[in-house]
Protein backbone atom coordinates (compact mmCIF):
# COMPACT_ATOMS: atom_id res chain seq x y z
CA UNK A 1 0.00 0.00 0.00
CA UNK A 2 1.11 3.82 -0.65
CA UNK A 3 1.89 6.17 1.86
CA UNK A 4 -1.82 7.92 2.78
CA UNK A 5 -0.22 11.25 2.81
CA UNK A 6 3.02 12.60 0.65
CA UNK A 7 4.59 15.67 -1.09
CA UNK A 8 6.37 15.77 -3.93
CA UNK A 9 8.58 19.08 -2.82
CA UNK A 10 10.70 20.98 -5.50
CA UNK A 11 9.28 19.72 -8.98
CA UNK A 12 9.15 21.21 -11.99
CA UNK A 13 5.35 20.32 -13.21
CA UNK A 14 4.14 19.97 -16.67
CA UNK A 15 0.82 20.26 -17.23
CA UNK A 16 -1.56 21.67 -19.70
CA UNK A 17 0.84 23.55 -21.46
CA UNK A 18 2.55 24.71 -18.49
CA UNK A 19 6.07 24.15 -17.00
CA UNK A 20 6.55 25.45 -13.29
CA UNK A 21 7.74 25.03 -9.61
CA UNK A 22 5.49 23.27 -7.34
CA UNK A 23 5.05 21.12 -4.63
CA UNK A 24 2.52 18.16 -5.28
CA UNK A 25 0.37 16.41 -1.93
CA UNK A 26 -1.17 13.24 -2.46
CA UNK A 27 -3.49 12.12 0.26
CA UNK A 28 -5.41 8.49 -0.11
CA UNK A 29 -4.54 8.26 -3.59
CA UNK A 30 -5.94 11.46 -5.27
CA UNK A 31 -4.13 14.80 -5.24
CA UNK A 32 -4.70 17.05 -2.47
CA UNK A 33 -3.07 20.25 -3.51
CA UNK A 34 -0.86 21.78 -6.39
CA UNK A 35 1.26 24.73 -4.44
CA UNK A 36 3.95 26.89 -6.21
CA UNK A 37 4.59 28.57 -2.73
CA UNK A 38 5.60 26.21 0.10
CA UNK A 39 3.43 25.63 2.83
CA UNK A 40 5.45 23.50 5.21
CA UNK A 41 3.17 23.48 7.97
CA UNK A 42 -0.09 22.01 5.65
CA UNK A 43 2.51 18.89 5.21
CA UNK A 44 2.18 17.83 9.07
CA UNK A 45 2.73 14.00 8.83
CA UNK A 46 3.80 13.73 4.98
CA UNK A 47 6.03 11.45 3.82
CA UNK A 48 8.56 14.10 1.83
CA UNK A 49 10.23 13.18 -1.86
CA UNK A 50 12.58 15.46 -3.05
CA UNK A 51 12.02 15.81 -6.51
CA UNK A 52 14.50 18.63 -6.81
CA UNK A 53 16.10 18.70 -11.11
CA UNK A 54 13.36 16.46 -11.72
CA UNK A 55 10.24 16.75 -14.05
CA UNK A 56 6.66 15.94 -12.56
CA UNK A 57 4.36 15.01 -15.30
CA UNK A 58 0.75 12.77 -15.41
CA UNK A 59 0.92 9.05 -16.10
CA UNK A 60 1.68 8.15 -19.08
CA UNK A 61 -1.91 6.88 -21.26
CA UNK A 62 -1.07 4.13 -23.67
CA UNK A 63 -3.56 3.76 -25.56
CA UNK A 64 -2.90 1.12 -27.94
CA UNK A 65 -1.07 -2.04 -26.60
CA UNK A 66 -1.29 -6.27 -26.77
CA UNK A 67 -0.64 -7.77 -23.67
CA UNK A 68 -1.52 -11.03 -25.16
CA UNK A 69 -3.41 -12.59 -21.97
CA UNK A 70 -5.25 -14.63 -22.39
CA UNK A 71 -4.25 -17.24 -24.93
CA UNK A 72 -0.40 -16.17 -26.28
CA UNK A 73 1.25 -15.83 -22.51
CA UNK A 74 4.41 -17.42 -24.03
CA UNK A 75 4.93 -14.11 -25.10
CA UNK A 76 3.23 -11.71 -22.76
CA UNK A 77 1.08 -11.65 -19.78
CA UNK A 78 -0.98 -8.83 -18.28
CA UNK A 79 1.13 -8.79 -15.27
CA UNK A 80 4.64 -8.86 -17.13
CA UNK A 81 3.66 -6.23 -19.72
CA UNK A 82 2.11 -3.84 -16.29
CA UNK A 83 5.66 -4.27 -14.86
CA UNK A 84 7.05 -2.55 -17.99
CA UNK A 85 4.31 -0.22 -18.47
CA UNK A 86 4.81 0.83 -14.45
CA UNK A 87 8.63 1.09 -15.13
CA UNK A 88 8.47 3.34 -18.19
CA UNK A 89 5.92 5.93 -16.36
CA UNK A 90 2.99 4.16 -18.40
CA UNK A 91 -0.06 3.98 -15.61
CA UNK A 92 -3.04 3.12 -17.89
CA UNK A 93 -3.02 0.49 -20.69
CA UNK A 94 -5.57 0.19 -23.04
CA UNK A 95 -5.95 -3.31 -24.34
CA UNK A 96 -6.74 -4.80 -27.76
CA UNK A 97 -9.17 -7.69 -28.39
CA UNK A 98 -7.13 -9.97 -30.85
CA UNK A 99 -6.23 -12.54 -27.86
CA UNK A 100 -7.07 -16.21 -27.95
CA UNK A 101 -10.44 -16.85 -27.29
CA UNK A 102 -10.76 -13.22 -29.42
CA UNK A 103 -12.61 -10.30 -27.71
CA UNK A 104 -15.39 -10.41 -29.84
CA UNK A 105 -18.81 -10.88 -26.84
CA UNK A 106 -19.43 -8.50 -23.93
CA UNK A 107 -18.56 -12.07 -21.97
CA UNK A 108 -15.28 -12.56 -22.72
CA UNK A 109 -14.46 -8.44 -22.45
CA UNK A 110 -16.02 -9.13 -18.96
CA UNK A 111 -13.59 -12.32 -18.09
CA UNK A 112 -10.24 -10.31 -19.11
CA UNK A 113 -11.61 -7.24 -16.54
CA UNK A 114 -11.59 -10.09 -14.66
CA UNK A 115 -8.31 -11.29 -14.76
CA UNK A 116 -7.01 -7.76 -15.19
CA UNK A 117 -8.06 -7.23 -11.25
CA UNK A 118 -5.86 -9.80 -10.04
CA UNK A 119 -3.03 -9.04 -12.03
CA UNK A 120 -2.45 -5.32 -13.50
CA UNK A 121 0.01 -3.17 -12.41
CA UNK A 122 -1.23 0.16 -13.42
CA UNK A 123 -4.84 0.76 -14.43
CA UNK A 124 -6.44 -0.61 -17.72
CA UNK A 125 -9.58 -0.72 -20.39
CA UNK A 126 -9.95 -3.43 -23.15
CA UNK A 127 -11.59 -2.84 -26.34
CA UNK A 128 -14.25 -4.81 -27.84
CA UNK A 129 -13.27 -6.52 -30.98
CA UNK A 130 -15.67 -6.36 -34.57
CA UNK A 131 -16.12 -9.09 -36.40
CA UNK A 132 -18.64 -9.22 -39.84
CA UNK A 133 -20.98 -10.77 -37.63
CA UNK A 134 -21.07 -8.85 -34.00
CA UNK A 135 -22.64 -5.48 -34.44
CA UNK A 136 -25.63 -6.87 -31.46
CA UNK A 137 -22.88 -7.26 -29.25
CA UNK A 138 -21.02 -3.44 -29.97
CA UNK A 139 -24.43 -2.42 -29.52
CA UNK A 140 -24.65 -3.83 -26.42
CA UNK A 141 -21.07 -2.60 -25.10
CA UNK A 142 -20.77 -0.96 -21.70
CA UNK A 143 -19.15 2.58 -22.66
CA UNK A 144 -19.01 3.53 -19.21
CA UNK A 145 -15.56 1.00 -18.83
CA UNK A 146 -14.91 0.31 -22.17
CA UNK A 147 -12.50 2.97 -24.34
CA UNK A 148 -14.31 1.53 -27.34
CA UNK A 149 -14.35 -0.86 -30.47
CA UNK A 150 -11.24 -1.92 -32.41
CA UNK A 151 -11.90 -2.12 -36.38
CA UNK A 152 -9.41 -4.46 -38.23
CA UNK A 153 -9.85 -2.47 -42.00
CA UNK A 154 -6.74 -4.63 -42.78
CA UNK A 155 -5.15 -7.92 -42.93
CA UNK A 156 -5.68 -9.87 -39.78
CA UNK A 157 -6.00 -12.55 -37.72
CA UNK A 158 -8.48 -15.25 -37.68
CA UNK A 159 -12.33 -13.54 -37.83
CA UNK A 160 -11.32 -9.67 -37.09
CA UNK A 161 -11.00 -8.62 -40.68
CA UNK A 162 -14.12 -6.44 -41.56
CA UNK A 163 -13.27 -5.10 -45.08
CA UNK A 164 -16.74 -5.36 -47.00
CA UNK A 165 -18.13 -1.97 -47.23
CA UNK A 166 -21.82 -2.97 -46.00
CA UNK A 167 -20.73 -4.52 -42.54
CA UNK A 168 -18.08 -1.58 -42.20
CA UNK A 169 -20.83 1.11 -42.22
CA UNK A 170 -23.68 -1.18 -39.80
CA UNK A 171 -20.48 -0.86 -37.48
CA UNK A 172 -19.75 3.00 -38.09
CA UNK A 173 -23.68 3.69 -37.98
CA UNK A 174 -24.86 1.99 -34.71
CA UNK A 175 -21.57 1.38 -33.08
CA UNK A 176 -22.08 3.39 -29.43
CA UNK A 177 -18.35 4.02 -28.75
CA UNK A 178 -15.31 5.49 -30.12
CA UNK A 179 -14.03 3.47 -33.11
CA UNK A 180 -10.21 2.72 -33.78
CA UNK A 181 -9.29 1.41 -36.92
CA UNK A 182 -6.14 -0.65 -38.62
CA UNK A 183 -6.25 0.57 -42.02
CA UNK A 184 -4.69 -0.97 -44.34
CA UNK A 185 -5.99 -2.52 -47.66
CA UNK A 186 -6.19 -6.42 -47.71
CA UNK A 187 -6.46 -6.83 -51.40
CA UNK A 188 -3.72 -4.74 -52.32
CA UNK A 189 -1.63 -6.42 -50.05
CA UNK A 190 -2.14 -9.47 -51.37
CA UNK A 191 -1.56 -8.64 -54.75
CA UNK A 192 1.33 -6.65 -53.94
CA UNK A 193 2.96 -9.53 -51.55
CA UNK A 194 2.25 -12.12 -54.63
CA UNK A 195 4.22 -10.10 -57.24
CA UNK A 196 7.51 -9.78 -54.45
CA UNK A 197 7.04 -13.34 -53.98
CA UNK A 198 7.30 -13.92 -57.43
CA UNK A 199 10.36 -12.18 -57.78
CA UNK A 200 12.05 -12.86 -54.44
CA UNK A 201 10.86 -16.27 -53.09
CA UNK A 202 8.54 -17.89 -50.56
CA UNK A 203 9.66 -15.47 -47.99
CA UNK A 204 11.39 -12.13 -49.13
CA UNK A 205 13.92 -10.35 -46.94
CA UNK A 206 12.36 -8.13 -44.54
CA UNK A 207 13.31 -5.23 -46.67
CA UNK A 208 10.32 -5.74 -48.87
CA UNK A 209 8.21 -5.25 -45.77
CA UNK A 210 6.76 -1.91 -46.59
CA UNK A 211 6.78 -2.47 -50.42
CA UNK A 212 4.23 -5.02 -49.12
CA UNK A 213 2.32 -3.25 -46.82
CA UNK A 214 2.86 0.09 -48.94
CA UNK A 215 1.77 3.68 -48.39
CA UNK A 216 -1.64 3.18 -50.55
CA UNK A 217 -2.91 0.34 -49.20
CA UNK A 218 -2.44 2.24 -45.95
CA UNK A 219 -4.20 5.91 -47.53
CA UNK A 220 -6.84 3.87 -49.83
CA UNK A 221 -8.22 2.23 -46.30
CA UNK A 222 -7.28 5.49 -43.84
CA UNK A 223 -9.42 7.50 -46.72
CA UNK A 224 -12.30 4.90 -46.91
CA UNK A 225 -12.28 5.51 -42.65
CA UNK A 226 -12.60 8.94 -42.82
CA UNK A 227 -15.08 8.35 -45.15
CA UNK A 228 -17.72 6.35 -43.94
CA UNK A 229 -16.97 8.25 -40.25
CA UNK A 230 -18.12 11.48 -41.57
CA UNK A 231 -21.09 9.56 -43.89
CA UNK A 232 -22.51 7.86 -40.37
CA UNK A 233 -21.62 10.57 -37.93
CA UNK A 234 -19.17 8.20 -35.99
CA UNK A 235 -16.22 9.07 -33.59
CA UNK A 236 -13.16 7.62 -35.25
CA UNK A 237 -9.30 7.17 -34.41
CA UNK A 238 -7.36 5.87 -36.72
CA UNK A 239 -4.55 4.02 -35.24
CA UNK A 240 -0.90 4.04 -36.26
CA UNK A 241 -0.63 6.91 -39.11
CA UNK A 242 2.75 6.02 -41.24
CA UNK A 243 2.48 7.73 -44.08
CA UNK A 244 2.41 11.69 -45.09
CA UNK A 245 -0.53 11.43 -47.41
CA UNK A 246 -2.82 10.05 -44.69
CA UNK A 247 -2.08 13.35 -42.32
CA UNK A 248 -3.69 15.26 -45.24
CA UNK A 249 -6.93 13.49 -44.43
CA UNK A 250 -7.01 14.88 -41.00
CA UNK A 251 -8.46 17.96 -39.64
CA UNK A 252 -6.21 19.41 -36.56
CA UNK A 253 -9.82 21.13 -35.43
CA UNK A 254 -12.20 18.50 -36.03
CA UNK A 255 -12.54 16.38 -32.72
CA UNK A 256 -14.35 13.36 -34.26
CA UNK A 257 -12.08 12.13 -37.32
CA UNK A 258 -8.01 11.80 -35.38
CA UNK A 259 -4.99 9.93 -35.61
CA UNK A 260 -2.62 8.11 -33.40
CA UNK A 261 1.14 8.12 -34.66
CA UNK A 262 3.13 5.16 -32.19
CA UNK A 263 6.90 5.55 -31.20
CA UNK A 264 8.03 3.29 -33.72
CA UNK A 265 7.49 5.14 -36.88
CA UNK A 266 8.72 8.40 -35.08
CA UNK A 267 12.13 6.51 -34.39
CA UNK A 268 12.39 4.35 -37.06
CA UNK A 269 12.43 4.53 -40.77
CA UNK A 270 12.99 1.63 -43.70
CA UNK A 271 16.98 2.87 -43.73
CA UNK A 272 17.09 0.94 -40.38
CA UNK A 273 15.80 -2.44 -41.26
CA UNK A 274 19.69 -3.27 -42.82
CA UNK A 275 20.79 -2.96 -39.02
CA UNK A 276 17.31 -4.14 -37.05
CA UNK A 277 15.88 -6.74 -39.15
CA UNK A 278 12.82 -8.18 -38.34
CA UNK A 279 12.89 -6.54 -35.09
CA UNK A 280 11.24 -3.55 -36.41
CA UNK A 281 8.63 -5.56 -38.17
CA UNK A 282 5.52 -4.48 -37.76
CA UNK A 283 2.19 -3.52 -39.73
CA UNK A 284 1.51 -1.48 -40.69
CA UNK A 285 5.12 -1.38 -42.17
CA UNK A 286 7.82 1.35 -40.86
CA UNK A 287 8.32 3.38 -44.59
CA UNK A 288 10.40 6.46 -45.60
CA UNK A 289 12.69 9.07 -43.72
CA UNK A 290 10.42 11.17 -44.79
CA UNK A 291 7.33 10.06 -43.69
CA UNK A 292 8.92 9.56 -40.16
CA UNK A 293 9.81 13.19 -40.43
CA UNK A 294 6.44 14.41 -41.41
CA UNK A 295 5.06 12.26 -38.62
CA UNK A 296 6.98 14.15 -36.54
CA UNK A 297 5.93 17.79 -38.03
CA UNK A 298 2.56 16.99 -37.51
CA UNK A 299 3.23 15.98 -33.69
CA UNK A 300 3.00 20.16 -33.54
CA UNK A 301 0.56 20.80 -35.78
CA UNK A 302 -2.55 18.92 -34.28
CA UNK A 303 -3.21 16.22 -37.32
CA UNK A 304 -1.76 14.29 -34.94
CA UNK A 305 -3.95 13.45 -31.89
CA UNK A 306 -2.37 10.97 -29.25
CA UNK A 307 0.94 8.96 -29.42
CA UNK A 308 0.08 5.38 -28.52
CA UNK A 309 3.22 2.17 -28.83
CA UNK A 310 1.59 -0.51 -30.55
CA UNK A 311 3.53 -2.59 -27.62
CA UNK A 312 2.90 -6.05 -29.40
CA UNK A 313 5.60 -8.38 -28.02
CA UNK A 314 6.84 -11.65 -29.58
CA UNK A 315 9.65 -14.19 -28.48
CA UNK A 316 12.55 -13.57 -30.70
CA UNK A 317 11.94 -16.95 -32.20
CA UNK A 318 9.03 -15.94 -33.51
CA UNK A 319 10.36 -12.77 -35.17
CA UNK A 320 12.80 -15.02 -37.37
CA UNK A 321 12.59 -15.13 -40.69
CA UNK A 322 11.68 -12.41 -43.20
CA UNK A 323 8.22 -10.40 -44.53
CA UNK A 324 6.47 -13.79 -44.57
CA UNK A 325 7.77 -16.05 -41.88
CA UNK A 326 8.75 -13.44 -38.93
CA UNK A 327 5.84 -12.06 -36.73
CA UNK A 328 4.61 -8.61 -36.94
CA UNK A 329 5.59 -5.88 -33.66
CA UNK A 330 8.04 -4.85 -30.79
CA UNK A 331 7.69 -4.37 -27.22
CA UNK A 332 7.85 -0.55 -26.83
CA UNK A 333 5.69 0.31 -23.69
CA UNK A 334 8.37 0.30 -21.50
CA UNK A 335 10.85 2.88 -22.93
CA UNK A 336 8.18 4.94 -24.99
CA UNK A 337 8.20 8.07 -22.55
CA UNK A 338 12.10 7.93 -22.29
CA UNK A 339 12.31 7.67 -26.39
CA UNK A 340 9.62 10.73 -26.91
CA UNK A 341 11.82 12.50 -23.95
CA UNK A 342 14.58 11.98 -26.45
CA UNK A 343 12.90 14.17 -29.63
CA UNK A 344 12.82 16.94 -26.98
CA UNK A 345 16.32 16.89 -26.83
CA UNK A 346 16.26 16.68 -30.56
CA UNK A 347 13.86 19.88 -31.01
CA UNK A 348 11.33 17.53 -32.16
CA UNK A 349 8.09 18.74 -30.04
CA UNK A 350 8.28 20.34 -27.00
CA UNK A 351 7.61 18.70 -23.28
CA UNK A 352 4.79 20.52 -23.27
CA UNK A 353 3.39 18.77 -26.07
CA UNK A 354 4.97 15.66 -24.95
CA UNK A 355 2.63 15.64 -22.33
CA UNK A 356 -0.43 17.26 -24.24
CA UNK A 357 0.10 13.66 -26.77
CA UNK A 358 0.76 10.93 -24.19
CA UNK A 359 -1.63 12.45 -21.55
CA UNK A 360 -3.67 14.77 -21.53
CA UNK A 361 -5.35 14.33 -25.38
CA UNK A 362 -5.45 10.44 -24.39
CA UNK A 363 -7.77 11.51 -21.51
CA UNK A 364 -10.14 13.59 -23.41
CA UNK A 365 -10.25 10.94 -26.46
CA UNK A 366 -11.59 8.67 -24.80
CA UNK A 367 -12.81 9.99 -21.87
CA UNK A 368 -11.25 8.21 -18.99
CA UNK A 369 -12.34 10.12 -15.78
CA UNK A 370 -9.60 11.41 -13.32
CA UNK A 371 -6.64 10.80 -15.14
CA UNK A 372 -4.42 12.73 -17.75
CA UNK A 373 -3.79 15.76 -16.07
CA UNK A 374 -2.02 16.68 -12.32
CA UNK A 375 -5.50 18.51 -11.03
CA UNK A 376 -6.38 18.87 -6.96
CA UNK A 377 -9.45 15.88 -6.87
CA UNK A 378 -7.78 13.58 -9.78
CA UNK A 379 -6.51 10.45 -9.20
CA UNK A 380 -2.37 10.41 -8.23
CA UNK A 381 -1.46 9.09 -11.17
CA UNK A 382 2.04 10.38 -11.63
CA UNK A 383 5.47 10.07 -12.81
CA UNK A 384 9.10 11.64 -12.41
CA UNK A 385 11.37 12.12 -14.91
CA UNK A 386 14.62 13.32 -15.41
CA UNK A 387 17.44 13.91 -17.89
CA UNK A 388 20.01 11.60 -17.61
CA UNK A 389 21.76 9.44 -20.35
CA UNK A 390 21.74 5.69 -20.23
CA UNK A 391 22.14 2.48 -22.01
CA UNK A 392 19.51 0.27 -22.71
CA UNK A 393 20.43 -3.33 -21.91
CA UNK A 394 18.70 -6.90 -21.51
CA UNK A 395 18.68 -7.26 -18.25
CA UNK A 396 16.56 -3.82 -17.17
CA UNK A 397 14.18 -5.16 -19.47
CA UNK A 398 10.41 -6.40 -18.05
CA UNK A 399 8.57 -7.73 -20.82
CA UNK A 400 8.22 -11.36 -20.63
CA UNK A 401 9.60 -12.08 -24.38
CA UNK A 402 13.12 -10.49 -23.39
CA UNK A 403 13.78 -8.25 -25.91
CA UNK A 404 13.97 -4.33 -27.40
CA UNK A 405 14.85 -2.73 -30.49
CA UNK A 406 16.23 -0.10 -28.34
CA UNK A 407 18.42 -2.69 -26.82
CA UNK A 408 22.18 -0.92 -27.44
CA UNK A 409 20.54 2.39 -27.79
CA UNK A 410 21.27 5.54 -25.18
CA UNK A 411 18.67 7.53 -24.13
CA UNK A 412 18.43 10.73 -22.59
CA UNK A 413 15.95 11.04 -20.06
CA UNK A 414 14.86 8.47 -17.15
CA UNK A 415 12.33 7.31 -15.58
CA UNK A 416 13.14 7.80 -11.86
CA UNK A 417 9.47 7.05 -10.16
CA UNK A 418 5.97 5.99 -10.90
CA UNK A 419 2.87 6.46 -8.78
CA UNK A 420 -0.35 4.82 -9.79
CA UNK A 421 -3.36 5.99 -7.50
CA UNK A 422 -1.20 7.71 -4.79
CA UNK A 423 0.60 4.02 -4.45
CA UNK A 424 4.52 4.06 -5.54
CA UNK A 425 4.97 1.58 -7.95
CA UNK A 426 8.06 2.16 -9.57
CA UNK A 427 10.78 3.46 -7.20
CA UNK A 428 13.81 3.60 -9.43
CA UNK A 429 15.03 0.05 -8.62
CA UNK A 430 11.89 -2.65 -8.70
CA UNK A 431 8.37 -2.76 -9.78
CA UNK A 432 6.10 -3.26 -6.54
CA UNK A 433 4.41 -6.63 -7.41
CA UNK A 434 1.81 -5.95 -4.97
CA UNK A 435 0.82 -2.90 -6.47
CA UNK A 436 -2.57 -3.19 -9.10
CA UNK A 437 -4.36 -0.51 -11.19
CA UNK A 438 -7.88 0.47 -11.60
CA UNK A 439 -10.22 -0.64 -14.21
CA UNK A 440 -10.72 3.30 -16.31
CA UNK A 441 -14.29 5.12 -16.36
CA UNK A 442 -15.03 7.00 -18.90
CA UNK A 443 -17.67 9.15 -19.22
CA UNK A 444 -19.91 9.98 -21.68
CA UNK A 445 -18.88 8.75 -25.39
CA UNK A 446 -19.30 12.26 -27.12
CA UNK A 447 -16.05 13.48 -25.06
CA UNK A 448 -13.60 14.46 -27.51
CA UNK A 449 -9.69 15.61 -27.53
CA UNK A 450 -9.16 19.00 -27.53
CA UNK A 451 -5.72 20.64 -28.66
Known amino acids: MAA ?16 FQADVVVEEGRIKSISSAPMEAAYGGCQAIDATGM ?3 PGIIDGHVHMREPGLTRKATMESETRAAAR ?14 QTTTNQLLQERYDIASRKCHVNYGFYLGATNDNIDEIEQLDTSCSPGVKLFMGSSTGGMLVDREEQLRQI ?6 LIMTHCEDTARINANMAAVKAQYGDDPD ?10 QACFKSTELAARLAKEEGARLHVAHITTAEE ?23 DTDYAALGTRIKCNPAIKTTADRDALRKALTDGRIRTIGTDHAPHLLTEKQGGCCKAMSGMPMVQFSLAAVLGLVEDGVLSIERVVQLMCHNPARLYGIEERGFIREGYRADLVLVRK ?8 CIESLCGWS ?29 TILGHPVRIKQQNSTAAE
Not at 4 to 19: P, Y
Not at 249 to 262: K, Q, R, S
Not at 388 to 395: H, L, M, P, T, Y
Not at 405 to 433: A, F, H, I, M, Q
Request: glycine residues 6%.
Open 4 to 19: SRFVIQNATVVNEGRL
Open 55 to 57: YLL
Open 88 to 101: GGVTTVLDMPNVVP
Open 172 to 177: FRRSPA
Open 206 to 215: VRFHPVIRDR
Open 247 to 269: LELFDANDPTITAEVCVPHLLFS
Open 388 to 395: KQWQVSND
Open 405 to 433: PLEGSTLKWKVEKTWVNGCLVWDGLRVNP
